[in-house]
């Protein structure tokens, strides 16, 4: 059974950072994309990030809002993906998704529940 | 970060048909084969119904299908059901090599 199992989130002042972490099992995590994709309160679903296979050189791609403040990096050896997020806004506050791309490589098939980060002060 | 665009809702009977439709332009939509659809239910993990424009992922019901025409897609369930309530976002990839999120669809079954 594929699982995702995200970790790490919490309250962060504005300016600060946070690492999210996602345990992947139940399949090869080493051949598939991965992605993140947060959620604001009462808003809907706006994608962050994707990390690509050994295969694709782990090539990463990110969205405007948050290229430059946020990296996306995984460890194959522990089944892990992760997500630093620096220079946190308020508007960063979120349910922070991972989600794992389909064997195509054009579409999120399993998903994590999510982990809520909050930027106050 | 541009948004496709959604009705913010839809309301159908129990039996009947409803279409959601899903707006961007040519440089995401219009362009690439790659649109999904994904179902989300109240403090739920959005579930994926539909990719690459038409196709069903196993295990989901083919009341579900899905089409595109120019520079919009379109999800349609058939026969809906009170289960079939909830949330409803598509995506799409784009020419910047992102993807990006429909605002939603709140399908009420009444």
């Known amino acids: 059974e594929v699982q995702l199992v995200e970790s790490g989130g919490g309250l962060v002042q504005p300016g600060g950072s946070l690492r999210l972490s996602c345990a992947a099992s139940g399949f090869p995590f080493s051949e598939h994309y991965m992605d993140w994709v947060r959620q604001a309160p009462g808003k809907g679903l706006e994608w962050v990030g994707r990390?690509?296979?050994?295969?694709?050189?782990?090539?990463?791609e990110y969205a405007a809002s948050v290229r430059g403040r946020f990296t996306i990096s995984r460890d194959d050896s522990k089944n892990s993906l992760y997500l630093l997020m620096n220079s946190l806004k308020i508007e960063d506050t979120a349910v922070y998704y991972c989600?794992?791309?389909?064997?195509?490589?054009?579409?999120?098939?399993?998903w994590g529940q999510g982990t809520l980060v909050t930027v106050s002060s | 970060q541009s948004v496709l665009t959604q009705p913010a809702s839809v309301s159908g009977s129990p039996g009947q048909s409803i279409t959601i439709s899903c707006t961007g332009t040519?440089?995401?939509?219009?362009?690439?084969?790659?649109v999904s659809w994904y179902q989300q239910n109240p403090g739920k993990a959005p579930k994926l119904m539909i990719y690459d424009v038409s196709n069903r992922p196993s295990g989901v019901s083919n009341r579900f299908s899905g089409s595109k025409s120019g520079n919009t897609a379109s999800l349609t369930i058939s026969g809906l059901q009170a289960e079939d309530e909830a949330d409803y976002y598509c995506s799409s990839y784009t020419s910047s090599s992102t993807w990006v999120f429909g605002g939603g669809t709140k399908l009420t079954v009444l």
């Open positions: 989600a794992r791309a389909g064997s195509s490589g054009w579409s999120l098939d399993y």
């Open positions: 040519s440089s995401d939509v219009g362009g690439y084969k790659y």
């Open positions: 990390t690509r296979n050994k295969a694709t050189s782990y090539t990463t």
